[in-house]
């Protein structure tokens, strides 16, 4: 026969104590079903005083989903990756992006007529 150890024969772990018939009344709760634009149903459980929210994201696709069967939240709209340029051009007009331009040439070749070293 192996030797030693601390286990107790024919329990397992986490099991209560020995000879407790009954774990004790669960907490009350309550179901809830939440609908996805892709028809998914995701019935989660809630404390019976827990507030339920209007929204829960569908845990199979990520989508919103809402408790309205027949109207479910449409999916969320993605904007496009927009480039560094594309947010300039937003901030600035062609006019002023003309007067930085001009600038910065003036700036550059008022360095070189001086002598400086352009890296």
Same mark, same amino acid.
């Given at each position: 026969?192996?030797?030693?150890?601390?286990?107790?024969?024919?329990?397992?772990?986490?099991?209560?104590?020995?000879?407790?018939?009954?774990?004790?009344?669960?907490?009350?709760?309550?179901?809830?079903?939440?609908?996805?634009?892709?028809?998914?149903?995701? !019935?989660?459980?809630?404390? &019976?005083? =827990?507030?339920?929210? +209007?929204?829960?994201?569908?845990?199979?696709?990520? @989508?919103? #989903?809402?408790?309205?069967?027949?109207?479910?939240?449409?999916?969320?709209?993605?904007?496009?990756?927009?480039?560094?340029?594309?947010? !300039?051009?937003?901030?600035? &007009?062609? =006019?002023?992006?003309? +007067?930085?331009?001009?600038?910065?040439?003036?700036? @550059?070749? #008022?360095?070189?007529?001086?002598?400086?070293?352009?890296?």
């Amino acid at each position: 026969m192996a030797g030693g150890g601390n286990a107790i024969r024919g329990s397992r772990v986490g099991a209560g104590p020995i000879g407790e018939v009954e774990r004790g009344d669960a907490a009350p709760r309550q179901t809830v079903t939440y609908f996805c634009s892709h028809d998914h149903r995701s !019935v989660i459980t809630f404390s &019976s005083q =827990a507030v339920v929210p +209007d929204s829960w994201d569908c845990p199979r696709c990520g @989508l919103p #989903a809402s408790l309205d069967c027949d109207n479910p939240p449409p999916a969320p709209r993605n904007e496009p990756y927009k480039t560094h340029l594309a947010y !300039v051009k937003e901030r600035r &007009s062609d =006019a002023e992006a003309a +007067d930085i331009l001009a600038e910065a040439l003036q700036t @550059l070749r #008022a360095r070189r007529k001086a002598g400086d070293v352009i890296l």
